[in-house]
């Protein structure tokens, strides 16, 4: 089953594909749906993009659910270790 739940945002970095050059990702895109590499039924799909480079400046993850659970729980570890001030 497909949710179609697609939520879209903003986002300020960097990311680098195998073999290519940094690039500044403007653009973030999650969804949870069927994975195009991944060996899993369903993931959670993460696309992180600079829209105004074309379609070669993007870097895509499919994550398991649990998987994912625990990458938001190590990104929320990660920033509340920072010093304050450090995380704005």
Same mark, same amino acid.
Request: with cysteine; proline share 7%; aromatic share 6%.
């Given at each position: #089953?497909? &949710?179609? @739940?697609?939520?879209?945002? *903003?986002?300020?970095?960097? @990311?680098?594909?195998?073999?290519?050059?940094?690039?500044? +990702?403007?653009?973030? &895109? +999650?969804?949870?749906?069927?994975?195009?590499?991944? #060996?899993? *039924?369903?993931?959670?799909?993460?696309?992180? !993009?600079?829209? !105004?480079?074309?379609?070669? !400046?993007?870097?895509? +993850?499919?994550?398991? !659910? *649990?998987? @994912?659970?625990?990458?938001?729980?190590? +990104?929320?570890? @990660?920033?509340?270790?920072?010093?304050?001030?450090?995380?704005?």
């Amino acid at each position: #089953m497909c &949710t179609y @739940a697609t939520v879209r945002d *903003e986002v300020d970095g960097s @990311a680098k594909g195998p073999g290519g050059p940094w690039f500044h +990702v403007s653009d973030v &895109t +999650v969804y949870f749906d069927h994975p195009v590499h991944a #060996m899993a *039924e369903h993931t959670l799909n993460i696309d992180f !993009a600079d829209p !105004a480079k074309g379609p070669s !400046a993007r870097v895509a +993850v499919e994550l398991t !659910a *649990e998987s @994912a659970r625990r990458l938001v729980a190590a +990104v929320q570890a @990660a920033l509340a270790a920072a010093p304050d001030g450090l995380t704005g």
